[in-house]
C-alpha cells in the first residue's frame, strides 16, 4: 500500500509504479478494481476557506465530515448534498472529498444548484505517468482554457489521482420545509414534480418513494423563514389537483438523507441500478424493468432499481434516453457503454492521460 | 498581433475547395468573392481583421458534416463562427481558412416544459431562446451582455456567463446535451435531455473549448420558470474598498442576490452623463437584484440595506416599482455604450477571488497612473468578475500597443491574486499569450492532449487560445502532412 504525504509523493508513486494501481480515498464508493492499493489518506487538511468568497479549497484525501464541520461553522454547506454510499454498500470508512469530486457524487438538490462537477471550481491532480497537473482555479468564473475540472469530475479516478479541489460552497438556508403529497401513483408523482419545478417557487428537491401501488411524493423548499411560509402555501394550492393528502414537515434532513442514500433498498439483496433519464421517462423505465423495488429522485429523471442478480438492465431500456449505472452487483459493465464515436473519443483521452491504463484500470470501461 | 502565415498550398487549391463546398451546399450559402468575405474578417475584437478564403453558412447537420468532411480531406483549417460577437477574437479568420458559420440555423427543435429544457440549433441568438418559452413563463439564465446578438454555439464554445449567473451559474451549468460535428464530418451526440454523464463528461469538456474540438450543431439547454419579480437596490459610498467589503458581508450573510454589479467613479459619472439615470456623484456604486415575490423581494432588500448601513453609504435608493428598477439599471446596461461615446476602449475579462476586490482596484489605479490611461470599473461584483475597460485612442500612434501593453499586466495581477485570465469572455488570440502566465508547461500539456484526441491534425479554429509557439509543432505537422 502506497500512502504519499504530499503531491510530490503521489506523483512519484504514480510514476514508479510497475502495475495497475487501485486509487482508495475513504473506500465507501466500492470501486473495487485490482491494483497496489494508493490511499489518499495522506494528502489532507483544508488549505483555504473563505466564506466572503464562498470557496474552500481542501487536499483530496480530507473527510467530507470535516469539511462539513468547518462550513457549518460558518453557517454554510456543500450544497450539491453529495450522497452517501456506505449503507447502500454494506461499507464502512470515511467518505473523502476527492472520491466525491472523481465520482461526481450529488443528491436531491442537483435538480435545483448542480451537480459535484458544477461545484468544483479546480482540481490539481496526478495523470498516469506521475505528471502533476492544474486546471481551473478558485474563482467563480473561469473559461481560461479547456476546462479540464468537469473532465475529471466523474472519471473515477481513471485519468488522473485527485490531490487538491477547490470548491463553491453555498450558505446554509435559514428554514426547509418539505411538501408530502399522498397517495399518487407513479405517472401522478411525476406530474406533480415536474409542476412543482414547472413553477417559480425554487424547490429543491423532488422524490416519490413507492409504496405498494401508491406512496409519498416530496418537494422541498428552502430560504428565508417567511419565504419558506409563502412558497410551501403556494406549492400546496398548486398540488392540490393531483389528488393526494397534502402534509408539511419542516426540517426534514433525515427523511432527505433517506432520499439521497437509497434508504429504502439498505440491507436488502439483488442488485442496484441508478439511471437517469428525462423526468418524464421516470414511470416507463421502471414499467420496461419491472424491478423488485425503485424510487425516484430529481422529479423522476433519477430512477433508483433493486433487481434480480444478474439483470441487464440496459438491455430493457432500449429507446429510452439516457444511462444506467450499476452501483452495486457484478455481471454487467459498471457505468454506461459509450456509443462508437464517443466511445473513440473517450479512449483517446484515456490514451493521453493514463497511456499505461494503471489507474483504477478498466473501471469505466469493462 | 502575430497570426500563422497562410498556407501558399491552400490558397492554391481555393477554387477546387470553393468548387467542391458548392456541391454540398447552396450556392448562396458558399461565399468567395473578395468583396463578400470581408463581411467575416473580424469579430467584436475590432483591432484585428482578416478576410478568411471562403465562407460557408449552413442550414444543417449534415451540411456541417458534409463542409468539415471536405475540409479535412482538403486540408484546409476552419474557424467556426456564431454572431461574431466575441471579444476575444474568438472568431478571427487566418487567410487560408474556410469559416463555417451557423447563422442560419436558428430552430427551435423542441420545447418540453415538464422536462424543462428546449432543444435549439446553435446559431439562435441567446435571448431568442428566451423569446421562445417566455410566453410560457420561462427563460434560459445565462445572459450575456450581447444576448440580443450572441448565438448559443459562441455561447457554448466560450462558455459565456452574464450578469445574473452569481445565481444561475454560466453555459456549462445549464448546458445538458450537443450534436457536435468532428473536423472529420463525423457526427457525435453528447449527453440528452437527461441530467450528467453516464462515463467521462466530454459536455463539460467541450463547454468553453473555444470552437477547437468540434462544431456543436444543436444544444439541449436547461429552462426555468421565470421569477414571480425581480428589484434592485442601489447603494453609493465614498470608498471603493468599503463597497468591495460590503459584497463580502452580503454574501457572507447568507442572502444570495442573483446580481451584484459595480460601478467606480469613471464609470459613474460617464454613464450619468450619457443616460442621466439619476446616479449618485460618488467612488463606488453597487447594484443588487434579488427576485421572488414583492414579500421576498421586500425581505431580502431590507437585509441587504441593513447590512449595506454598516458601511456608512452616501446613498441607499430601494426600487419599488418597475419604472425605478428600469432607471436603476439604465445606466448600468449603457455602460459599454457609454464608454465608447467618450473614448476607444478594451474591455477586460479576468476574474479575482472576491476578497481581492479592494487591493486588485487599487493596483489598477495605480496602473492606470503608471500607463497614463484612464481605467473604468465595471463588473460583476458577486463573483469578482472584473471588466476594468482601458481607454486609449485608437488614432493615436503606438496607444493601442500601450493599452495593449497594460491590459496584460492587470491580467497578470487578477493571475497573480489566485484569480484567472478570463471569466467569461475566453481566451481566443487576446489572451493567448498570458496562457504561459497562468499555466505551467505541464498544464498546457494536458489541454494541447485533449485537443490531439479531438482534433488530430489540428485545423480547428488552431492559432486560438494557446501560445503560438506552444501549438507551432502541431500546427505545422499538419501543413507538413499536405
Redesign the interface.
Known amino acids: 500500500m502506497m500512502t504519499p504525504t504530499s503531491e510530490q509523493e503521489l506523483s512519484e508513486c504514480v510514476s514508479q509504479a510497475k502495475g495497475p494501481i487501485a486509487i482508495k480515498g475513504g473506500g465507501t464508493r466500492g470501486v473495487g478494481v485490482d491494483g497496489d492499493v494508493l490511499n489518499t489518506s495522506g494528502l489532507t487538511g483544508i488549505d483555504l476557506y ?6 474552500v479549497v481542501v487536499k483530496a484525501g480530507t473527510e467530507l465530515s470535516e469539511i462539513e464541520t468547518t462550513l457549518a461553522g ?2 454554510q454547506r456543500l450544497a450539491f448534498e453529495p450522497m452517501d454510499y456506505r449503507g447502500l454498500l454494506g461499507l464502512k470508512g470515511e467518505p473523502t472529498i476527492g472520491g466525491i469530486v472523481a465520482g ?1 457524487i ?1 443528491g436531491p438538490r ?2 435545483q444548484v ?2 459535484a ?2 461545484f468544483t471550481l479546480g482540481v490539481r491532480f496526478v ?1 498516469g505517468q506521475g ?5 481551473g ?15 475529471m ?3 473515477w479516478g481513471t ?1 488522473g489521482v485527485l490531490s487538491e479541489v477547490s470548491l463553491k460552497v ?5 428554514a426547509e420545509a418539505t411538501l408530502c403529497v399522498h397517495g399518487l401513483d407513479m405517472n401522478d408523482a411525476v ?1 406533480a414534480m ?1 409542476a412543482a ?4 417557487y ?1 424547490v429543491s428537491g423532488a422524490a416519490h418513494l413507492p409504496n405498494d401501488d401508491t406512496g409519498v411524493t416530496m418537494i422541498r423548499v428552502e430560504g ?1 423563514t ?2 419558506v411560509s ?1 412558497r410551501t402555501a403556494q406549492l400546496r394550492e398548486a398540488l392540490a389537483k393531483f389528488g393526494g393528502e397534502i402534509t408539511v414537515i419542516e426540517n426534514a434532513d433525515d427523511a432527505w438523507a433517506a432520499v439521497r442514500d437509497v434508504e429504502n433498498f439498505h440491507g436488502k439483496d439483488g442488485d442496484v441500478w441508478r439511471i ?5 421517462d421516470g414511470p416507463a423505465v421502471v414499467a420496461a424493468i419491472d424491478p423488485l423495488e425503485a424510487q425516484f429522485d ?1 422529479a423522476g ?2 430512477v433508483w432499481v433493486r433487481t434480480e442478480q444478474g439483470s441487464d438492465v440496459r438491455a430493457k431500456l432500449s429507446g429510452i ?5 450499476l452501483v452495486r452487483g457484478t455481471g454487467q459493465p459498471r ?5 462508437v ?2 466511445a473513440a ?2 479512449a ?2 484515456r ?3 493514463d497511456p499505461r491504463g494503471i489507474l483504477n484500470a478498466r473501471l ?1 470501461t469493462a | 498581433m502575430e497570426m500563422p502565415v497562410p498556407s501558399q498550398s491552400v490558397l492554391a487549391r481555393k477554387s477546387r475547395v470553393v468548387e467542391r463546398l458548392q456541391g454540398v451546399l447552396p450556392m448562396d450559402a458558399v461565399i468567395h468573392d473578395e468583396m463578400e468575405t470581408r463581411a467575416y474578417e473580424c469579430d467584436a475584437l475590432t483591432a484585428y481583421r482578416c478576410p478568411p478564403m471562403a465562407a460557408v453558412l449552413p442550414t444543417t447537420t449534415k451540411e456541417v458534416s458534409d463542409v468539415l468532411r471536405i475540409c479535412h480531406e482538403e486540408g484546409v483549417p476552419v474557424v467556426p463562427r456564431g454572431s461574431g460577437t466575441s471579444l476575444a477574437g474568438g472568431a478571427l479568420p487566418t487567410a487560408d481558412c474556410v469559416i463555417l458559420g451557423v447563422a442560419r440555423m436558428n430552430d427551435v427543435i423542441e420545447t418540453n416544459y415538464p422536462d424543462r429544457y428546449i432543444r435549439v440549433q446553435t446559431g439562435r441568438t441567446n435571448l431568442s431562446v428566451t423569446g421562445a418559452v417566455e410566453e410560457d413563463g420561462f427563460f434560459y439564465a445565462p445572459d450575456p451582455s450581447s444576448q440580443l446578438a450572441c448565438a448559443i454555439a459562441g455561447n457554448i464554445a466560450m462558455n459565456s456567463g452574464g450578469a445574473h449567473c452569481l445565481k444561475y451559474g454560466v453555459t456549462t451549468n445549464n448546458l445538458m446535451g450537443v450534436t457536435m460535428v468532428l473536423m472529420t464530418g463525423e457526427i457525435v451526440e453528447i449527453g440528452g435531455a437527461h441530467l450528467d454523464a453516464g462515463n467521462l463528461d466530454l459536455l463539460g469538456l467541450i463547454c468553453g473549448s473555444e470552437g477547437q474540438l468540434g462544431v456543436v450543431t444543436e444544444a439541449t439547454l436547461r429552462i426555468l420558470h421565470k421569477p414571480e419579480g425581480a428589484r434592485p437596490v442601489l447603494v453609493g459610498f465614498d470608498d471603493n474598498e468599503v463597497a468591495g467589503a460590503c459584497v463580502s458581508d452580503i454574501i457572507k450573510a447568507g442572502v444570495l442576490p442573483v446580481a451584484i454589479e459595480f460601478m467606480d467613479a469613471l464609470c459613474i459619472k460617464t454613464c450619468e452623463e450619457f443616460a442621466q439615470a439619476g446616479y449618485p456623484d460618488c467612488q463606488a456604486l453597487l447594484i443588487i437584484e434579488v427576485e421572488g415575490s414583492e414579500a421576498e423581494i421586500d425581505d431580502q432588500l431590507a437585509r441587504i440595506v441593513k447590512i449595506a448601513n454598516q458601511h456608512n453609504p452616501v446613498e441607499v435608493r430601494e426600487s419599488k416599482s418597475a419604472e425605478e428598477s428600469a432607471a436603476i439599471w439604465l445606466g448600468r446596461k449603457s455602460a459599454f455604450g457609454a464608454m465608447g461615446q467618450i473614448s476607444d476602449y478594451m474591455c477586460l475579462d479576468g476574474t479575482i477571488p472576491v476578497s481581492e476586490l479592494p487591493m486588485v482596484l487599487r493596483r489598477i489605479g495605480e496602473l492606470s497612473d503608471q500607463f497614463g490611461l484612464p481605467v473604468g470599473n465595471v463588473f460583476h461584483a458577486g463573483d469578482g468578475n472584473m471588466h476594468p475597460l482601458i481607454l486609449f485612442d485608437a488614432n493615436k500612434p503606438g496607444d493601442l500597443e500601450l493599452c495593449e501593453e497594460m491590459g496584460a499586466e492587470i491580467l497578470k495581477l487578477c493571475v497573480d491574486a489566485g484569480g484567472c485570465l478570463t471569466g467569461e469572455h475566453g481566451v481566443g488570440i487576446e489572451k493567448r499569450d498570458l496562457m504561459t502566465y497562468q499555466y505551467a508547461p505541464a498544464d498546457l500539456e494536458a489541454q494541447l492532449a485533449v485537443k490531439d484526441v479531438f482534433d488530430p491534425h489540428w485545423l480547428l479554429n488552431a492559432a486560438k487560445v494557446f501560445p503560438l509557439a506552444v501549438s507551432h509543432d502541431r500546427r505545422t505537422e499538419q501543413i507538413a502532412a499536405e
Request: no cysteine; net charge neutral; aromatic share 8%.
Open positions: 473563505e466564506p466572503g468568497a464562498l470557496t460558518e453557517r461526481n450529488s442537483r435538480i448542480g451537480a462537477r458544477d495523470d505528471t502533476i497537473v492544474k486546471n482555479g478558485r474563482v467563480m468564473k473561469n473559461v481560461t482554457g479547456y476546462d479540464l475540472v468537469k473532465l469530475s466523474g472519471s485519468l453555498l450558505p446554509m438556508p435559514e406530474g415536474a419545478l414547472g413553477s417559480p425554487d428565508f417567511d419565504s409563502y437517469s433519464v428525462k423526468p418524464s430529481w429523471g433519477l434516453s439516457g444511462h444506467a449505472t457505468f454506461q457503454p459509450e456509443t464515436g464517443v473519443l473517450s483517446g483521452l490514451q493521453r492521460f469505466m
